[in-house]
């Protein structure tokens, strides 16, 4: 079954503990995302990856690092988060053209 | 930069049509996608215009209008399940080369009985 998938689902853990989300694809997809969703401010972009070793920022990518070694996996990790980080996080793939895959989220919750 | 706009919430009736508008400002405009949300999951795909005109497909429809900026998801014969988010989302040649979708805040659409 074609799918993007995403660990944990859920996540609860403390301010300046460094953790990492993963994402995986077994679409064969170039492009892969991260995007948080918060209420009232809809899905914004962190980061993408074009392809392996080549990612870029999106509209808010402070506070996070990726990483694309490898065409499937696009980990997304947070070396120290902090509670403006509690959020519902997706990840995304797709091929150049078309439309996203949305992994199933992460809903992450930093105190 | 880009902006997109959708009404927060509709509601409407089982069995009614309804279209949930997104007007939008790119400087390189390259496409625009629908995308359905149930409350806690994933986004998933419904429909994609990047030319002028009515994209059907089912019970839904999706329109384009790239001088107006402008787009409208159309849903007929509305179920229960159909209550959910729908959000617009633009693909903008200047922004990232490309590589980048904007999203809008999404319209929670509600269906009563």
């Known amino acids: 079954e074609a799918q993007v998938t995403q660990n944990p689902r859920y996540l609860i853990t403390v301010t300046g503990k460094k953790l990492t989300v993963t994402c995986s694809q077994n679409?064969?997809?170039?492009?892969m995302s991260w995007y948080r969703q918060d209420p009232g401010l809809g899905l914004r972009q962190i980061y993408y990856?074009?392809?392996?070793?080549?990612?870029d920022k999106g509209d808010v990518p402070e506070g996070y690092k990726v990483s694309r070694k490898e065409k499937r996996n696009f980990p997304l990790i947070l070396e120290s988060p902090s509670p403006n980080q509690t959020s519902l996080y997706f990840c995304?793939?797709?091929?150049?053209?078309?439309?996203?895959?949305f992994g199933p989220g992460t809903r992450l919750t930093v105190t | 930069g880009q902006n997109i706009d959708q009404p927060t919430e509709m509601t409407a009736t089982e069995g009614a049509i309804v279209q949930i508008n997104c007007t939008y400002q790119?400087?390189?405009?390259?496409?625009l996608f629908w995308y359905q949300q149930h409350a806690g999951e994933a986004p998933t795909f419904l429909s994609y215009?990047?030319?002028?005109g009515l994209e059907e497909k089912g019970r839904f429809s999706s329109f384009l209008s790239r001088s107006k900026g402008y787009s409208y998801l159309l849903l007929k014969e509305l179920q229960m399940k159909d209550s959910a988010s729908y959000l617009c989302?633009?693909?903008?040649?200047?922004?990232?080369?490309?590589?980048?979708?904007?999203f809008g805040g999404g319209t929670r659409l509600m269906v009563k009985p």
């Open positions: 215009n990047v030319l002028d």
């Open positions: 989302a633009v693909r903008d040649t200047n922004n990232n080369a490309g590589n980048m979708l904007t």
């Open positions: 679409m064969n997809h170039e492009y």
């Open positions: 990856s074009m392809n392996v070793e080549v990612t």
């Open positions: 790119t400087s390189g405009f390259n496409g």
């Open positions: 995304a793939s797709r091929d150049p053209g078309r439309e996203q895959y």
